[in-house]
């Protein structure tokens, strides 16, 4: 289960990766964060992206290696103040809920609604120096 999630965590990263214009390590954290929104949010849904929640027994130990792995998307996050932390957070929990959704296929949003909840990611992420 660990390298499961591993390998769909590297997917994950592999692919916010290519949609960047230079390196992640190269670029803001707010260009990063807008990103992970814009993948999150149009990507196709993946019922394995969702992999740390397969086996409750194992729910922690999977969930922190999922966290593990992805935190390098968002590092220096906690360098920041309050307020810019939270404009990133908001954006990320916009683009966290629209993933959910698509991976457990309940309440994924249309097409048009996905296009307001990016532009709404990226209004937060726009007041942030980052």
Known sequence: MLALV???AAGWLEEM???????PETTTLRERVGVYVDACVTR????????????PRLREELT???????SSWFVGIADLDATERGYLTAARLLA???W????TGVNIP????????????????SK???
């Open 6 to 8: 591993d390998h769909v």
């Open 17 to 23: 990766a290519t949609r960047l214009s230079s390196a």
């Open 44 to 55: 196709e849904p993946d019922p394995a992206d969702i992999v740390m929640l397969a086996d």
């Open 64 to 70: 922190i290696r999922w966290a593990d792995r992805i």
């Open 96 to 98: 966290d809920g629209a």
């Open 100 to 103: 959910f959704a698509g991976a």
């Open 110 to 125: 249309a097409p048009d609604e996905r296009a307001v909840i990016v532009a709404a990611a990226n209004e937060l992420l």
């Open 128 to 130: 942030v120096e980052a």
